[in-house]
């Protein structure tokens, strides 16, 4: 994708401050932190979300993405890390390459995703099995 910035650090256009790179992925610091440390890791093949990324690389990137959050947090004094990915800009996807956030934090860093719960219908247990089952139906794993 020539319009993709971060196809465009994967081939060297833009700059960036590299973590960790191998034949299948980068990991860089983000430009716009939550936290200091906060890094994101990304296929170097474009895919434009979650859902076309091969399972090998998708696997390298959670393993990569968990080493930096340990490195992050004993190196910075955290106390924890998230992992994050959204897929889609109805989730909040930003740039369409598909990237996996390192976010280190802190018991009293006053980062919150602000996610709301929803509650079940009146029958509860029973809706949410209605619904698991509408998942496994599609669920190929």
Not at 20 to 42: C, K, Q
Not at 80 to 93: V, W
Request: hydrophobic share 40%; proline share 4%.
């Amino acid at each position: 994708m020539e319009d993709c910035i971060f196809c465009k650090i994967i081939k060297g256009e833009l700059p960036a401050v590299k973590l960790y790179e191998d034949d299948l992925v980068l990991a860089f610091m983000d430009i716009s932190p939550i936290n200091y440390g906060h890094a994101l890791v990304i296929p170097k093949d474009h895919h434009t979300g979650a859902t076309s990324i091969p399972e090998d690389v998708s696997g390298r990137m959670f393993k990569v993405a968990t080493k930096i959050g340990v490195a992050a947090k004993r190196t910075l004094d955290y106390d924890g890390f998230n992992l994050h990915l959204s897929d889609g800009t109805c989730a909040g996807q930003v740039v369409m390459h598909a990237h996996l956030h390192v976010v280190p934090r802190g018991v009293e860093d006053n980062f919150h995703w602000n996610w709301r719960h929803v509650e079940y219908s009146d029958n509860g247990e029973e809706s949410m099995c209605e619904i698991a089952e509408k998942i496994l139906s599609k669920l190929k794993i």
